[in-house]
């Protein structure tokens, strides 16, 4: 293979189908939380892929581990076994149920993303309402409802995003992007997030399998659940006989200063879903999605129980790349970088630190920040095209995107309004000193610009 005369950008334009609507960078390498570009220049990186670059780029512990791997196995068949995806597994569940023994307390599965993990629940979810035994449905008053022979409808929330796959786009409760690919997928239906009331209505439809929500939600701009929702959505499906999974895709694995998510919502481990999904920062950029699945029983119609986590058995699911002996070895060094740097108390101070550094700026431009950890957003004013002197044909989130850009900073639009910043977990207060202050002379320099 040989150089092409082509720039970037000019090769982007002439071979790779336009499914992203990319900025104008050119990134060529990383280290730490800093990026640079093909003219050298350097940008503090506080969207990390997304929430992927966990432990920032380059970092020598995973370099190392991936480079001895490399020499040994990258991939192998999920035909045979091989012990990093197996050290992997067990790690998860206890991450997830951490007794001394875990043993029945649940099992991984792996694939590449975060849409496939997705995909793995609702198939999960699917088994469970075509196979299982279903319970004698009761409304809230505790009067028996219409029973059908199956069930198939998972609720999920409106604002949720699960990814880009049919099934993913028919469960995320976002119109914009199921526009163009209809008929979605059956067996969705959205309430609103943390709108208690509307899940119990929901839950009581006799063809109802489960309750699938994000503790955070990252695309719909960084929403957190309250614990009272997490606490009902769990009695409620309890109650109902449903499977309550979480997708963790975004905000799991360190993301909020916890191993998981709704944990940090909690602060206690109360509640225990039925299953779990990850991807992003799992690997620290490598690709790599998982589930965890409960071991609570399940009772077939034909009158057998099992565990849940072995409702899946052999031929019901699968995948050729998912928990390659490269990839899990690179997620076993990331997950411990996080442990023994202690990158989950870093993540709990810093996103505090980060939180107010934001709202210090005391913008007019800024409308609110929220968020949990290092997993944080700052809503624009409703009025921000016309206090910044825009045309507004442009949405607010991707302009100032592109302006921090200018200024060194990379972050995250989350919808029209709202911008994220979602650093690796082992961000600097310095960096954030230094992401904040670009933030702020962006802003004045916008605000000025309004005055004139």
Not at 343 to 352: I, Q, S, T
């Amino acid at each position: 293979m040989t150089d092409s005369p082509l720039s970037t950008r000019e090769l982007y334009d002439r071979f790779v189908i336009p499914t992203y609507g990319r900025f104008d960078l050119q990134l060529v390498r990383g280290e730490g939380c800093a990026v640079w570009d093909e003219s050298g220049r350097r940008y503090l990186d506080f969207g990390a892929g997304i929430a992927v670059t966990s432990v920032g780029h380059g970092h020598p512990r995973v370099v190392s581990v991936m480079r001895e791997q490399l020499g040994k196995l990258v991939h192998t068949s999920n035909l045979y076994y091989t012990r990093p995806q197996a050290l992997l597994a067990e790690l998860l569940v206890r991450l997830v149920v951490p007794d001394s023994d875990v043993e029945g307390r649940g099992k991984a599965f792996f694939c590449n993303s975060g849409a496939e993990a997705n995909e793995a629940l609702y198939k999960l979810a699917r088994k469970f309402g075509n196979e299982g035994q279903s319970p004698a449905p009761r409304h809230a008053a505790g009067e028996l409802r219409e029973s059908l022979p199956y069930r198939r409808e998972i609720i999920t929330m409106l604002g949720s995003f699960h990814g880009r796959t049919l099934g993913g786009i028919s469960a995320t409760g976002q119109e914009k992007v199921k526009k163009g690919f209809e008929p979605m997928v059956e067996g969705f239906v959205h309430v609103p997030f943390n709108d208690g009331p509307e899940l119990l209505a929901a839950v009581q439809a006799p063809g109802t399998v489960a309750i699938l929500l994000e503790p955070v939600q990252g695309e719909g701009g960084v929403n957190v659940a309250s614990p009272e929702f997490l606490r009902q959505a769990r009695g409620l499906c309890d109650q109902h006989g449903l499977l309550l999974m979480f997708d963790e895709v975004q905000c799991g694995l360190g993301r909020t200063g916890d191993w998981c998510g709704w944990k940090s919502i909690l602060g206690t481990d109360e509640v225990l879903p039925d299953a779990v999904s990850w991807a992003k920062g799992i690997a620290g950029g490598f690709p790599l999605g998982a589930i965890w699945v409960s071991s609570r029983p399940v009772r077939l119609k034909n009158g057998a129980s099992i565990p849940l986590c072995d409702l899946l058995g052999p031929g019901t699911h699968g995948t050729t790349f998912g928990g390659t002996p490269l990839v899990c070895a690179g997620a076993l060094e990331v997950l411990s970088v996080i442990e023994d740097e202690g990158l989950l108390e870093n993540a709990r101070v810093l996103g505090v630190y980060a939180r107010e550094a934001l709202e210090g700026l005391r913008s007019p431009l800024i409308r609110e920040v929220r968020g949990l950890g290092l997993m944080l957003a700052f809503e624009l004013a409703t009025d921000f095209a016309e206090r910044a002197g825009l045309d507004g044909r442009r949405p607010a989130s991707l302009f100032l995107v592109d302006a921090l850009h200018q200024e060194g900073l990379l972050t995250v639009p989350s919808g029209a309004q709202a911008v994220r910043w979602l650093p690796p977990l082992n961000v600097s207060r310095a960096e954030i000193d230094e992401a904040a202050a670009i933030v702020g002379r962006v802003l004045a320099r916008l605000e000025s610009r309004a005055e004139e």
